[in-house]
């Protein structure tokens, strides 16, 4: 029912049925007990102003045609019929102002359902019973992004499988707590939220809860858990080898011919490999914070790619393997010159050192769909498809043990995927346990330069 037509009755005050006996007469005259009775029932039931003008004249012009066929009965006073058009006008000043009111009301409505709707946090309002009443586009977004039922009707069980919720809605609804929780969701879309349960207050029954999504922020926290974690170990393996080493050489072993040059040349490679570490900690620390500067120039990727094969070509044929290059001269990239014969290198490093004796690796170029594009591929171990997703990360191993015996300090594709994002570009990986893996990457073309015609 229109919000007007509910709130008629209150607007009209029960004294005016007393106005109408006292103006049209006592409450034995038949017209005035009529009109006494026409007036009650359209409070009572609420109709629209257009209904009590229609009754309000029928009545008028039954009146005056009673009075005039009666003969004794006597006519309606000229007094009475304009108190009769001023309750009139009363009632049609009344109705405007519900009018403009509902109009306002509504307008709030709409703004308030606005403002929810475009908050980046869920939020839910519920009855003094735990169940859903209204919500915003965002708590459907978390909690059915696949579409899914309707939330309102729902209690917090049936949306959430979780008692501390559940529980948390029920202190809010009967005792007027609040609380914070946090509820990791399984599932195709997992979720982590940070949710505030709290009592609608006012006085009002009910309960109101705020969902802030902390997905992607807890996600964060443990790459950087993991990072911190995974450094110490790091510096810790060439530190320990360098001091262990060295003061074995200061008890005394120093003076063994045999034994001494051994440790020396252990701590030299362990102090290589500490040096090349930090260096790429700061190479990724200055592109993360992007205090590279890269200079994007055209780069001709066949030139770039036979620099970093003639870089590897010693290792690799030291392991029996082959190294092909298949990259069109014409294949023209906009890039930093230094950093695409970097991250090639890193790629062709990479291919080297986990593809067993009598491999091959090969790399291709063409430009697809208006890029450049270079596949790096190798016949070596493969990568298992739960790795795939995390290979990029810095020092994320696939074999931890057998990534440390190899070489390397597990930053090389961290700073692949660094630069190439440097430079609009990205880079993909494909890979099968062994059958080979290949990394391919993409980086704008180079417009070719318009031929002068005279």
Not at 8 to 24: D, F, I, S, W
Request: glycine share 10%.
């Amino acid at each position: 029912m229109p919000l007007r037509y509910t709130l008629l009755p209150l607007l009209l005050p029960a004294t005016l049925v007393g106005v109408l006996v006292a103006v049209l007469g006592t409450p034995g005259n038949a017209v005035a007990v009529a009109l006494v009775t026409l007036a009650g029932s359209l409070m009572a039931l609420g109709l629209s102003r257009g209904a009590l003008h229609r009754q309000l004249d029928s009545l008028t012009r039954s009146t005056r045609g009673l009075a005039e066929g009666a003969g004794g009965v006597a006519r309606p006073d000229p007094d009475q019929l304009e108190e009769v058009a001023s309750l009139e006008g009363a009632i049609d000043s009344l109705h405007a102002r519900m009018s403009a009111r509902s109009a306002e009301l509504t307008q709030e409505s709409q703004t308030l359902a606005a403002v929810l709707d475009s908050m980046a946090e869920g939020i839910w309002v519920t009855d003094a019973e735990g169940t859903v009443v209204r919500h915003n586009d965002a708590l459907r977004q978390m909690l059915r992004p696949g579409g899914g039922g309707p939330i309102i009707g729902q209690r917090p069980l049936a949306l959430i499988r979780d008692d501390q919720l559940h529980d948390a809605v029920m202190r809010a609804c009967h005792e007027g707590a609040s609380s914070r929780l946090e509820l990791a969701l399984e599932g195709l879309f997992p979720r982590t939220l940070a949710i505030r349960v709290t009592p609608v207050g006012q006085d009002l029954p009910g309960s109101a809860a705020v969902f802030h999504d902390v997905t992607e922020l807890r996600r964060l926290e443990k790459v950087r858990k993991d990072f911190v974690a995974n450094v110490s170990h790091e510096l810790r393996t060439p530190i320990t080898a360098i001091r262990g080493y060295a003061e074995t050489l200061q008890g005394g072993a120093l003076k063994d011919a045999q034994v001494a040059p051994r440790m020396v040349e252990i701590i030299h490679r362990q102090s290589e490999r500490l040096s090349e570490l930090v260096e790429d900690l700061l190479e990724l620390s200055r592109l993360e914070s992007r205090e590279v500067s890269l200079k994007l120039t055209e780069v001709s990727l066949a030139e770039a790619a036979a620099r970093a094969a003639d870089t590897v070509r010693p290792k690799a044929e030291g392991k029996g393997q082959t190294v092909s290059l298949h990259v069109p001269a014409d294949l023209v990239a906009v890039g930093d010159s230094r950093a695409v014969e970097q991250v090639l290198l890193n790629l062709l490093d990479n291919a080297v050192k986990y593809t067993p004796a009598g491999g091959r690796v090969d790399v291709d170029g063409a430009c697809e769909d208006g890029r450049c594009v270079v596949r790096v591929r190798d016949t070596g171990l493969g990568i298992e498809p739960r790795h795939l997703s995390r290979i990029f990360e810095r020092f994320y191993r696939v074999d931890k043990g057998r990534s440390r015996d190899m070489g390397g300090t597990g930053l090389g594709l961290s700073i692949v995927k660094h630069l190439l994002q440097a430079m609009d570009g990205e880079v993909k990986v494909e890979s099968q346990p062994n059958e080979g893996s290949t990394f391919t990457i993409f980086l704008p073309q180079a417009v070719p330069a318009r031929s002068a015609t005279g």
